[in-house]
Each structure stands twice: as structure tokens, then as C-alpha cells.
């Protein structure tokens, strides 16, 4: 909806409605730097109400504040700003191609709806003050990305391999056989596995199902945005009309609402748990072996490695581990224990000077031991 604006006539003070672009009074043509008032301008609000606007239309809109508004009728509706004749300075509606005042052609010249800038200061001041620096907004976004690689560098410094220099001083290894024993075992599952001798079965709880029971009436608060209103604004036009722009304007109202809340229950579900005796390989004890030397050997036993048709308390040689470590001598004095693979540690003799790699926190080898 586009209203009238209003301005008022620099020679005899009246209030013109902004369709006019001479005074009705006096006949002063409205002035280049004529500023239009909107209807919701104190002074026009004070001339309506007295009555004292020039001209008034008889369509006229009220808002919910009481501020009157003078509506334009359609086939007096414009769009474009006035042009500012560059001649005689009268102001010309968008559609004339030539100036009402003095007849002119139109210029380029419009009428400025914007407030101009304000002038600009000059840089001459009286004090020189010193300029402080400024926290800069740029530091917190270099902060992460150094963060980042500074992560990155330490990383790759924990976990970069080092070398290492040392002298053999000795040796020392472990051999160890697993001893298995077959022994009569009472377990209880869902089934009875192969081999197993069932000795009885009964319903057992097997897992619990979530199951709507029932429902409970409650009450919550809850909240609704409700239409309140409409905030009236204008937008100046530079023509002496004014496009009327209405805001919605809502508000937040309570209520409390009744609901239905679910209630679950577990409900156990319950199947057959089997009861059996079966036989395992237990572990049972280790045949261990360790020595000061390079000449490593396998404790003696006759237990077989495997038995085809075990009985209960039969036994059977199980997993064999092996660690070969040989003691170093550091270039500063120190001592230390590095555990190597057997082919390794074979074939290294007492004062062999080595190097090696290996991770920081770790002494030992990750690579190929090379004798100097």
C-alpha cells in the first residue's frame, strides 16, 4: 500500500501533502533539499489531528497505534524518485521529460531518499595520540592449524625409528612347552556342542522382550508463537509517497496439554538351557628351559604332541614359545636388554660392535642388526 508523505514550505510553514510540488499558500515550489516526513513523524501526526494538513485525502488507513496515513489512490500511484531540474531546482514527478517549473529537459539529477554522508573530518587533529595495537581477530584462526602441526612434528618425533650403536656382552634365552591335560568338563548352553554328553535341560530365561504395557495420562507445559500484531514501517519513495510495509509481530503463549506416555515392561522370554559333561584340553603345566649361552635346547619329555583318542587325564604337549635376548653395552657405559629373533641372536658373538634401529621408547630391534 503506498501513502502519502508530507513537506513542510520553507516560506509560510504549512504542512503540504507530498503530491503537490508547489505550496497551495504561497505557490513555493517544493525545494531540492526538501526531506519528506512519513506519516508516523511527530509533526505530521500533530497536523492531522488539528486538521491543518493542506489537502487531505478521504482514504485514510489507521494503524493499531492510532497513526493515520493518507492513502494514495491507484491512478496516482508512481514509482521512480522525483528528478531535480537542473536549472531551476523544482522537483519533477519520474514520468515528466520535461521540468514543470521552468520547461526544461530532464536531467539525471533524483531526488535522495538516503541521507547524505556526513562530512568528512580533517585528518589535522590538535593532539597526536598514540596508535595502540589491536587484539587481532586472525590469531585464534592461525592458533588451530599451528596446534595441528606442531601434533603432527611430535608424532612423527615419538615414532620416527632411531639408531642405535652398541657392543655384545652376553646372551640369555627361555624355551617353554605348554602341557595340556583332557579333562572332564560340566558346561551349559543353548545347545550341546559335538562330543558333549547331555545330563539335563530345563527352561532357563533366555532374554527379556520390551512390551507396551499400558498408557499414563500426563500433563506438559508447551508454548505457541500467536500472531500479535503488525509493526507498520515506511519506505520513502523520493516522490512524495511512501510504500506502507506491515511487519508480522508474534508472541509466545502457554498452555498445558494432556498426553498419553507409553509404559514398557520386560517381559522374560524363556528356552531350553542344556546341561553336559564334555572333555577339554586344559592347560596343566610348562616344561621351561633357560640358559646364559647360545646353545638353547627343548626340555625332555616322552608326552606326545597330539593323542588321537584322548581319556580323561591323558596329557599332550600344547603351544612352544621361544625368546632369544642378548645384553648390550652402550658408547656412554650403560647396560641394556634387547630381546632379537633366533636367527638374529645366533649369529652374533660376544664384542660384535652393532647398529640398529629401533623406536624411541624401545630398545628393541626393528631392523637388521649390522656388525660392524
Known amino acids: 500500500m503506498k501513502v502519502w508523505t508530507y513537506w513542510i514550505c520553507p516560506s509560510c510553514d504549512s504542512m503540504i501533502q507530498g503530491k503537490h510540488r508547489e505550496c497551495p499558500n504561497c505557490a513555493t515550489p517544493v525545494p531540492e533539499d526538501a ?31 492510532g497513526i493515520k496515513a493518507e492513502v494514495v489512490a491507484k491512478e496516482e500511484e508512481r514509482t521512480g524518485p522525483n528528478w531535480i531540474c537542473s536549472y531551476c531546482g523544482a522537483q519533477n514527478y519520474s514520468d515528466s521529460n520535461t ?20 562530512p568528512t573530518q580533517s585528518r589535522l587533529t590538535p593532539i597526536d595520540r598514540p ?4 587484539p587481532s581477530g586472525n590469531r585464534n584462526k592461525l592458533l588451530k592449524p599451528v596446534l ?23 646372551f640369555r634365552w627361555e624355551r617353554s612347552i605348554e602341557i595340556e591335560k583332557y579333562t572332564l568338563c560340566h558346561e551349559d548352553d543353548w545347545s550341546v556342542p559335538p562330543g558333549g554328553k547331555m545330563t539335563g535341560s530345563r527352561q ?68 531350553t538351557k542344556y546341561y553336559y559333561d564334555i572333555g577339554r584340553w586344559k592347560h596343566a603345566y610348562d616344561l621351561e628351559t633357560d640358559g646364559g649361552d647360545q646353545n638353547p635346547y627343548w626340555h625332555e619329555t ?37 630381546s632379537v629373533n633366533y636367527s638374529e641372536w645366533g649369529r652374533l658373538k660376544v664384542g660384535d660392535r652393532l647398529t640398529y634401529k629401533s623406536f624411541r621408547f624401545s630398545k628393541n630391534p626393528i631392523s637388521e642388526l649390522e656388525i660392524e
Open 35 to 65: 526531506k519528506y516526513l512519513m506519516p508516523d513523524d511527530p509533526r505530521v501526526i500533530d497536523a492531522l489531528a488539528k486538521g491543518k494538513v493542506i489537502l487531505n485525502t478521504e482514504n485514510v488507513n489507521v494503524d493499531e497505534k
Open 204 to 271: 532357563e530365561i533366555h532374554h527379556y522382550d520390551h512390551v507396551l504395557d499400558h498408557y499414563e495420562t500426563k500433563t506438559r507445559q508447551v508454548s505457541e508463537r500467536v500472531l500479535d500484531g503488525y509493526d507498520t514501517s515506511y519506505k520513502d519513495l523520493g516522490n512524495g509517497q511512501a510504500e506502507m510495509v506491515q511487519t508480522p509481530r508474534y508472541r509466545t503463549e502457554y498452555h498445558t496439554e494432556t498426553y498419553q506416555d507409553p509404559v514398557y515392561v520386560d517381559v522374560p522370554v524363556y528356552q
Open 131 to 134: 596508535v595502540l595495537p589491536q
Open 148 to 170: 595441528a602441526i606442531l601434533g603432527v612434528l611430535f608424532l612423527l618425533w615419538l615414532f620416527l625409528p632411531v639408531t642405535r650403536k652398541a657392543t655384545v656382552q652376553s
Open 302 to 338: 616322552d608326552i606326545p604332541q597330539s593323542v588321537s583318542n584322548p581319556d580323561y587325564d591323558d596329557l599332550k604337549q600344547g603351544t612352544r614359545t621361544e625368546h632369544y635376548y642378548v645384553q648390550l653395552k652402550k658408547p656412554d657405559g650403560k647396560f641394556y636388554e634387547a
Open 99 to 118: 521540468c514543470a517549473g521552468c520547461g526544461s529537459p530532464r536531467s539525471e539529477k533524483i531526488y535522495q531518499t538516503e541521507p547524505k554522508p556526513a
